[in-house]
């Protein structure tokens, strides 16, 4: 069976020729929640972004396949590909306060694509949307699709970004650091939610955080990226309890822990960096477009 | 809260005066037949300065006094009001149309229409706009469409140049790329989720515009290249005000009160209609 999400080797340069994604393979399969992590600018969200064809302008993919369900996004044509993740992926965007069209009522929003591009007749896209609403807990579904986004605080606008992602039984869900904005509270129920209906619809999820507290919650498989190269790749298990690469230890240790905050707060070692550094400039030095 | 909302909506005192304001120049331009007191053509060298009601030697019937020519300066102050609104709404609109179609292409596509467009406007805005539209109007010749496609032709940058921007800023929103994930096609991106957000300020740009083409129109009109020296129009009145501003002020100063307030009017109220229809300002 092919695998939900499978990118083999992908590699992306910015147009000065600096690789910011370097032979990344990793692989996603049906039902699977996939936590990517790193830090800022290792390239996470960029992997997303490459999934589900919104890469900026900047930015070349200069080598590498991506396959959603055994299907080759490079062998498509425009069209058909954008089919394809129309139909099959859907996002949970970062901030769920530039995520939503703010002169459009709710309602008119999530039931525009089911009936637009999916072709669903309005009653249907209606009737499924209420029935989203009410798995992401959203109480009063009346008012809430009356609203225009600005009329609801940031837990309520993702709740109904997480509605709108599962709406159309997609296959695979990027969740692009979706409680990053939110306050910690709030952090907690949207994540739970988000778990609970990934269980429910099986959906497979690249959940892309920086945040490791979040990774060991959701996710069965961790990828660690550092500078857009996979550094390590497990089992959330087997990272946390034996983490193989120096970086992931790294990482793991500069985690804060509520029973000692302040006197765990490591920054990764200076020493790690460097053989991480080196690490990639071999790579970097051997690697030709085409032959990674 | 909705009822807190509803009452600092009808408290706009700025959308009110100037709508009110508004309304009154353009109810009574529509039917400056029935209201304006006198001919506004009609010359009467026996009649030829009156001042206004309250000053000596003003007669019954001519409010605001007469010109140098004997006619009534409210009665023409009302029939150029009729010019004034056409000029405004038709060049305005026109302008707008252009601009902002113009301008939501590129900001939106960016690229080559944007780097083209941005061109065209850059060397647009290189001429001296009033200079423009005179060179503009001597070469269409003198009439009320070449006056409102000069207006058109000079100032839609002005839209241009603002919705490009806010294209721009909408189409790096986390929505755009979340509907071109989901499939949506670019047209319909730009049309059914930049278009609306740019709206606010396309109508607020829009009731501007009519202010600036009132006030081009009288420049215009000063300069005599506006429509045939027969018809009133508030720039010739101003322009003969001057002439006799020694022996008769009101001539001068009636008119330039009514341009300042109908401006500033219109730009108040376009201000007040964005700040209501913005859903954020809101």
Known sequence: MSACLDIRRLSAVLPNGQRVLRSVSLAVQAGEVRALVGESGAGKTMIGKAVLGVLPKSVRVVEGEMLIEGEDLGRLDAKARRNLIGARTALIPQDPLTALNPSRRIGAQMTDRLVRILGWSGERADKRIRQLLDEVQIRDPERVLKSYPHELSGGMRQRVLIAAAFAAEPRLIVADEPTTALDVTVQKQILRLIAQLQRDHGTAILFVTHDLGVVAKISQKVSVLYAGKMVEEAETAALFAAPQHPYTRALIAATPRYTDPYASLKPVDESVLAGLAAEIAAADKEWRPGHG | ?282
């Not at chain 2, 529509?30 to 060298?45: G, K, N, Y």
Request: aromatic fraction near 10%.
């Open chain 2, 1 to 282: 809260m909705d009822e807190a909302r509803i009452a600092r909506r009808g408290l706009s005192p700025r959308l009110w005066l100037a709508g009110g304001w508004l309304l009154l120049a353009l109810l009574a331009a529509i039917f400056a037949p029935l209201i304006a007191p006198q001919d506004p053509l009609a010359q009467d060298l026996m009649l030829e300065r009156l001042p206004p009601f309250w000053l000596d030697g003003a007669e019954p019937g001519y409010w605001l006094g007469t010109d140098s020519l004997g006619r009534d300066l409210l009665s023409r102050l009302i029939f150029g009001g009729r010019i004034a609104f056409i000029v405004a709404f038709a060049a305005a609109t026109s302008a707008c149309l252009i601009g902002s179609a113009l301008g939501l292409i590129a900001g939106y596509f960016g690229g080559w229409a944007d780097r083209i467009i941005s061109r065209i406007v850059d060397v647009w805005m290189a001429f001296p706009p009033v200079l423009f539209a005179i060179l503009l109007v001597a070469v269409l010749g003198t009439g009320l469409s070449s006056v409102i496609l000069a207006i058109a032709i000079i100032d839609w940058t002005r839209f241009c140049r603002v919705i490009r921007a806010e294209a721009m800023s909408q189409a790096r929103m986390d929505y755009v790329e979340s509907a071109r994930i989901a499939g949506y096609g670019r047209i319909g991106i730009m049309l059914r989720e930049v278009l609306p957000n740019v709206l606010p300020s396309v109508v607020a740009l829009l009731s501007l515009e009519m202010g600036i083409a009132v006030i081009v129109e009288a420049i215009l009109s000063f300069v005599n290249l506006s429509i045939s020296t027969d018809d009133p129009t508030w720039g010739s009145i101003i322009a003969e005000g001057r002439l006799s501003i020694h022996q008769a002020w009101w001539v001068l100063v009636f008119p330039l009160i009514t341009l300042i307030l109908t401006v500033l009017s219109f730009s108040q109220f376009g201000e007040a209609l964005k700040a209501r229809f913005d859903p954020v300002l809101r």
